[in-house]
């Protein structure tokens, strides 16, 4: 009866013990399933805000660009590039050309070019001069220049070049740090590859650094000095004619006689020569026809010469 009983107990034992071992990795299989969908749920919402912070950041910075773009603008001020340009009857060119470069040396400005034509008997009538002043002292100087003579024509320009002077300053700044960086990279470098890479990247960085720097010298002088260009003669200059009939019948019949005056000049340079074919040609054409004339036509008849009594008879074939 004991082994009868004893038998099933160790059974039902057996079969508790599996089921709760069963029962516990179901729970564990759960949790660790719990586990995984929460940090896939955290890494989600992490790679979400990451995006949203990425997003931010880039507004953020390409406002805070365009508020030092503002802020850069404001703390150059504004550039202008000023130039004129004057026309000047005058009595004398050489006085009127010492004076221009007595008023550019006092306005602490210089002679870029200077050219004075002259006319009849080393007369000079006509010249140009230009000159380079401070930007700030550009109106007293046309002020006195205009008292050189009487003023015929008078233009002055202004150009504005503020985003062009702040955006090339700008990249000046930034290719500096950028060269400064390479540099840096390259006393580090421990590998000839590196080297090479990092020597041709910082000779094109070098170059691009040198360009925008002559560039932003160039807009600086430019800036800086203002050109004005004179014109200088001692007669009047042509004015600029009106439109209309009368204006189309004066320009029409100028271009006419002008025409006509090469048309006549180049008859007057080829008559000799063709004076000079025509005596030698005339002779060897006269010459040429009176020998074509005489000679006989190819296929005529030839006549035979009467004899005293009439015409010789041909010959006998026997």
Avoid: H
Avoid at 120 to 148: F, W
Avoid at 181 to 196: E, G
């Amino acid at each position: 009866m004991s082994t009868l009983t004893t038998r099933p107990t160790g059974m039902l034992r057996r079969r508790l013990i599996g089921a709760a071992l069963a029962g516990f990795l179901c729970l564990a299989l759960t949790a660790c399933a719990g586990s995984a969908n929460d940090s896939a749920d955290s890494s989600a919402g992490t790679a979400v805000e990451d995006g949203s912070a990425a997003k931010t950041g880039g507004d953020a910075d390409r406002a805070v660009g365009a508020v030092s773009s503002e802020q850069a603008r404001a703390s150059v001020g504004q550039k202008l590039v000023r130039r004129a340009n004057l026309q000047l009857k005058v009595d004398s060119l050489t006085e009127s050309a010492q004076r221009i470069r007595a008023i550019a040396a006092q306005q602490s400005g210089a002679v870029l070019t200077e050219e004075l034509y002259s006319g009849e008997a080393g007369r000079d009538t006509s010249g140009s001069i230009t000159i380079s002043v401070p930007a700030g002292s550009l109106d007293a100087t046309i002020a006195l220049i205009e008292k050189v003579g009487d003023v015929q024509f008078r233009t002055s320009s202004s150009e504005d070049v503020t985003g062009t002077y702040v955006d090339t300053e700008a990249r000046v700044k930034s290719m500096t740090a950028s060269v400064a960086r390479i540099r840096d990279l390259l006393s580090k470098a421990s590998t000839v590859n590196d080297l090479v890479a990092l020597e041709n990247e910082l000779s094109q960085r070098q170059a691009e650094l040198d360009a925008l720097t002559a560039q932003l010298a160039n807009l600086k002088d430019s800036v800086s000095m203002s050109p004005i260009s004179i014109s200088l003669s001692t007669d009047d200059f042509e004015p600029v004619s009106a439109g209309g009939f009368l204006s189309g019948l004066k320009s029409g019949w100028s271009a006419f006689m002008t025409s006509m005056s090469v048309l006549v000049t180049v008859i007057g340079a080829v008559l000799p020569f063709a004076v000079a074919t025509g005596l030698v040609a005339a002779p060897l054409v006269w010459w040429m026809r009176r020998r074509r004339s005489a000679r006989p036509a190819f296929g005529a008849p030839v006549t035979q010469p009467a004899g005293p009594s009439g015409p010789v008879p041909p010959p006998s074939a026997g």
